[in-house]
């Protein structure tokens, strides 16, 4: 199973949390934390820690992490978002998801 796009999701097109994500994406891969840290060059214990939330990836790590997932190139671009937004301010996250609804009465017809 694929995470569904959020339909009123305009500019990020899923509202779920980086972490989130990565669980589904490992799932998906049938990959451990463990298997997935030694594929990345990290240890178990990092790795749980973003799967918990308690902590991001580096930036620069997250193209590494896109392929060793296997993730499309869509799949790619919400993973970055989705690591970008979680790293906001909470209040700049309130923001862009009030404009993400905002954006979606525009287009509803």
Not at 42 to 59: F, K, M
Not at 78 to 95: N, V
Request: charged fraction near 25%.
């Amino acid at each position: 199973m694929t995470p569904k796009p959020n339909e009123t999701s305009s500019l990020l097109g899923y509202s779920l949390s980086f972490r989130t994500m990565l669980r589904h994406y490992l799932r998906r891969a049938h990959i451990t934390q463990s298997e997935f840290a030694r594929r990345v060059g990290l240890s178990q214990p990092s790795i749980n820690l973003v799967c918990t939330g308690r902590t991001l990836p580096e930036r620069r790590r997250l193209a590494l992490w896109a392929s060793v997932l296997g993730l499309s190139e869509e799949e790619r671009a919400y993973f970055h978002d989705a690591a970008i937004l979680d790293a906001a301010e909470p209040r700049a996250r309130a923001i862009v998801n009030e404009l993400e609804r905002r954006a979606a009465r525009w287009r509803s017809p």
